[in-house]
């Protein structure tokens, strides 16, 4: 019985030691694996806000475009109804140029949309032909009137997107 006296102290010294160590040890390993999640989630966070905020900034770009593109149309359809004398064809040609390099810059930014729905609506309504004879030859104001209605269609559509994602927030 002395020997079991003896020894049991220092077993169980021992004993509870080890169940510390061992209690401190998953504490730890919980601990890390809270840490490594709550990482995970910040980044993910983080690259979502990030594509969230690209998303919006190339939607307002499209935007703006857009509009910018609809004016120029606007601009060339109001030169055609001008009186024949007073239409200058170096202001058509200008026209022309600012329609051309508008059109590159929006298919350059639908081209960066996420959502593919609003990408194919976006490019069917800017996608008409307008210069079929050249870029050099000046739209009749045929061409012009239905793409004017197309592309605010566009606008529209890309307008309510913004708002999806504003909304969001």
Known sequence: MSSFNTIWPVVSFILGATLTQLNS???ERRQKARDR????YEASKSLL???KNFEIQI???LYNMITALNEAADKLARWHKGDEE???PDTAKELCSKLQSDHAAAWR???LLFDADLNRFVSDAIGVELFPHG???IPSQH????YGDRVWEAHAAVAVKLKELYASE
């Open 25 to 27: 040890s998953l504490s």
């Open 37 to 40: 999640e709550a990482r995970e």
């Open 49 to 51: 806000e990030g594509k």
């Open 59 to 61: 939607l307002s770009d």
């Open 86 to 88: 007073n239409r200058e």
């Open 109 to 111: 930014l639908n081209e």
């Open 135 to 137: 870029p050099n030859v």
């Open 143 to 146: 061409a012009l009137e239905g």
